[in-house]
């Protein structure tokens, strides 16, 4: 009745069907761009690094460290103490018309530092052609005669110097002084008794009798007693007091602590000896209540002549 419907395979007709092969190889395509902008910048980047790293240096060299007009044309050195220029800027150093830039500020100042007789230093470099260099030196406050084998009779005494912080220095030769110093230092109170092993140039040396000892020079100096003593030796061979011999002949024994009231004790009774006329020949300021003091005799005060008010030591500059 119904006419017969033909049976077709739908996988044998032709229908409209999605473009996949099309979009595949636009995205295929795609993705080999960015690969290769990708690789592209990964050259640049390598290739100006390797130029960084191996142009930067070159480059540096032939614009600064190396360039002429940064070579050290003007040295300007000045210190507060004695040395010679001459002899500081050795000291330093640094070569004749080197570069200032490629200069290590740093060695510089330690070189400097090295040396026992300077305290510090500072370094400065002033483009394009100035190097300033500021010197402290150390201010000696006593000496020490330290046996040393040598000399004739197979020992010698050596001069050294020390500072208020207890370094040691050996005296400066007088070749290596300014012109413009004095030609020989003035004398310093001498330190005995104290351990040769501990003394070596540039050394400090810490104990509690050589600090009192200094300390003691030092608040002696800003004192009255200036102007009406002055300290030869202190003896520090008994480990709990100081033993002062004065220019005049006393023998005065300082604890090792409040020295500053020891200083007082001893002007009150350095203005009585003066009021009566009379000369200290022994005086214990360790004792703190009753202090023994022996006078000297009529005779022997009488032939002592008075201390001149010294005058205060100053530091200078050397430019």
């Not at 910048?41 to 360039?67: C, D, Q």
């Not at 040396?115 to 394009?128: D, G, K, N, W, Y």
């Not at 402290?136 to 005494?157: C, K, M, S, T, Y």
């Amino acid at each position: 009745m119904w006419p017969m419907r033909k049976l077709r395979n739908r996988r044998l007709g032709r229908e409209r069907v999605l473009g996949v092969k099309v979009r595949a190889s636009h995205i295929g395509a795609a993705r080999r761009r960015l690969a290769a902008v990708v690789l592209l910048l990964l050259f640049i980047v390598v290739l100006g690094a390797g130029l960084v790293w191996y142009g930067g240096p070159w480059l540096l060299k032939r614009l600064l460290t190396e360039n002429p007009a940064f070579a050290i044309r003007e040295f300007e050195l000045t210190t507060d103490g004695v040395i010679a220029v001459d002899r500081l800027r050795r000291w330093t150093g640094v070569a004749p018309g080197a570069n200032l830039l490629a200069l290590d500020l740093a060695q510089v100042k330690r070189n400097l530092e090295l040396v026992p007789l300077i305290e510090s230093a500072s370094v400065e470099r002033i483009p394009p052609h100035t190097l300033r260099i500021r010197v402290f030196e150390r201010d000696p406050i006593a000496q020490l005669n330290v046996p040393r084998p040598g000399g004739l009779e197979g020992v010698e005494l050596v001069p050294y110097r020390i500072d208020a912080g207890g370094y040691i220095m050996l005296p400066l030769d007088p070749r290596e002084r300014s012109a413009t110093a004095p030609a020989a230092e003035p004398p310093l109170p001498l330190l005995r008794h104290l351990n040769p092993a501990e003394i070596q140039p540039g050394r400090r040396v810490q104990t509690p009798q050589l600090a009192a000892a200094l300390q003691l020079l030092v608040s002696f100096e800003q004192s009255p007693m200036a102007s009406l003593a002055e300290i030869k030796c202190i003896d520090l061979s008994c480990p709990d007091v100081l033993t002062v011999t004065t220019g005049q002949g006393a023998e005065v024994t300082f604890g090792l602590a409040d020295l500053d009231q020891q200083l007082r004790r001893w002007q009150v009774i350095c203005g009585r000896a003066q009021r009566e006329n009379k000369a200290i020949a022994t005086l214990d300021l360790a004792v703190t209540n009753n202090v023994p003091v022996r006078w000297l005799g009529t005779n022997a005060a009488a032939s002592l002549t008075p201390t001149l008010l010294k005058p205060v030591r100053t530091r200078r500059k050397n430019v």
